[in-house]
């Protein structure tokens, strides 16, 4: 198993095109994004899938994004704590989360990022993701990064109410219920409703409560 210092997270700051890695016990502040999870194209390695992230402290991480523009990282708003993008079989548990202003957690599909997919061989969705027994504690009202198209679309989607936890609603065919967010305190949920141009975004949505399969982890990476 893995276990990532992102007390360094300027320098490791996601997990990426890979498979069977365990976060836990970490305090992750003071970046753009806290903890990312993502999947990209046109990467031989692809298709993520199996992560375990649990008893970390993710808060704070507002600070603008220094990415060079034209790749994927460089589009994340400053203050996202955590993105699940493109992933199968995550599990996310048992952390304390709060002031990250965009955002405090996602759960999000590569579509959403208008991007084209020239990769045949990717799937740009996420699937199989379990969301819960997490503490959310936030001091602070929510105030998204503009400078970013992610950040203006979770402004103008949300306005002023601006969910803990959010979901694009795109869905991978099969896959029907297997986005699971539930038991997280008092945290809100949101349906973003992005296949149908946001026309019924929905809080707190039925369809997140939900259980998968717990993860059984095959060849273990070791990330140091």
Excluded at 156 to 184: H, L, M, R, T, Y
């Amino acid at each position: 198993m893995s276990r990532l210092d992102l007390n360094q997270l300027v320098k490791i700051r996601e997990i990426a095109n890979t498979d069977d890695v365990e976060v836990y016990e970490n305090v992750a502040t003071g970046n753009t994004g806290g903890l990312m999870i993502f999947d990209l194209p046109d990467i031989p390695k692809k298709n993520g899938r199996r992560i375990r992230a649990y008893r970390n402290k993710v808060f704070a991480n507002n600070h603008p994004n220094f990415g060079m523009e034209g790749n994927t990282v460089a589009m994340i708003p400053a203050g996202v704590g955590f993105m699940i993008m493109a992933y199968r079989e995550v599990e996310v548990f048992d952390n304390e989360i709060g002031d990250n202003q965009t955002i405090n957690a996602c759960v999000i599909s590569y579509l959403i990022t208008g991007l084209p997919i020239n990769d045949m061989d990717y799937n740009p969705f996420s699937s199989q993701i379990s969301f819960y027994n997490n503490k959310f504690v936030n001091t602070q009202a929510p105030n998204p990064d503009l400078s970013k198209e992610m950040g203006q679309l979770i402004a103008g989607v949300f306005g002023n109410n601006i969910p803990d936890i959010a979901f694009d609603g795109f869905v991978e065919p099969g896959q029907e219920g297997s986005i699971c967010i539930k038991d997280n305190g008092d945290a809100t949920i949101a349906n973003m409703d992005a296949p149908n141009e946001f026309q019924n975004m929905r809080m707190n949505p039925m369809e997140v409560i939900c259980d998968n399969p717990p993860i059984t982890f095959q060849n273990p990476v070791q990330i140091q």
